[in-house]
């Protein structure tokens, strides 16, 4: 089944610490992209990638980074710089171009303590 | 920039009613997407519209495009309490991949 995972489905983080969200599709797909999504808010693009080794930034990116090694991997950072980080956090991918349809994953749900 | 504008962003209806969610756009654009998310969950892709004209059906869900008056709507026929959810509205960007979001439309229908 091709489709886009992510992994953890719930994490909790300490004040001041960094920690790492996973993105996983097998779709082929050369574009990715994270959003996060406060209760009851709308979907805020952080950072997007269209191809392996390029990403671009987002509306929020800061204290957020991501990498893009593989095609089919695209990891997000929350770094303690990201003030208010506690939310849900939505990865999709897309075929490359103008526009097209996204697919998301099922979402990380991030809680600072 | 492209605008995607819902409205409204609340709905409280009565099963068996009919309603429209809104979808506008600032600039040309020739496709237009519906999403669906229940709450705690991801979202899940409804209608794919590509052209000005077109129309989806999708059980008691329905949605059309027009290109020329930047318009997008979805009309819930006869609503029943599963289509309780959050719809969301997305157009793409100008140059790139991304796609630009509309707040979502928040839809409760009690019994």
């Known amino acids: 089944d091709g489709g886009i995972t992510q992994s953890p489905k719930y994490l909790f983080r300490k004040e001041g610490q960094n920690v790492t969200l996973s993105c996983e599709q097998n779709l082929n797909h050369d574009a990715m992209y994270w959003y996060r999504q406060d209760p009851g808010q709308g979907l805020r693009l952080i950072y997007y990638?269209?191809?392996?080794?390029?990403?671009q930034k987002g509306d929020i990116a800061e204290g957020y980074s991501v990498s893009r090694e593989k095609k089919e991997s695209f990891p997000l950072t929350v770094t303690s710089a990201q003030k208010n980080p506690t939310a849900f956090y939505l990865c999709?991918?897309?075929?490359?171009?103008?526009?097209?349809?996204?697919?998301f994953g099922p979402g990380t749900r991030l809680t600072v303590l | 920039e492209l605008k995607v504008e819902q409205n409204p962003l609340f709905l409280s209806m009565q099963e068996g009613k009919n309603y429209t969610i809104y979808c506008n756009y600032s600039t040309t654009s020739d496709r237009l997407y519906w999403y669906r998310q229940d709450p705690g969950k991801s979202l899940e892709s409804l209608f794919v519209?590509?052209?000005?004209?077109a129309v989806k059906q999708e059980g008691r869900l329905m949605a059309s495009l027009d290109t020329k008056a930047r318009l997008s709507t979805l009309h819930i026929t006869a609503a029943v309490h599963d289509l309780s959810a959050t719809y969301f509205c997305?157009?793409?960007?100008?140059?790139?991949?991304?796609?630009?979001f509309g707040s979502g439309t928040r839809l409760s229908i009690r019994p």
């Open positions: 990638s269209q191809i392996v080794n390029d990403f």
């Open positions: 999709a991918s897309s075929v490359q171009g103008s526009g097209h349809e996204q697919f």
């Open positions: 997305a157009g793409p960007y100008s140059s790139a991949s991304k796609i630009i």
């Open positions: 519209l590509l052209s000005n004209g």
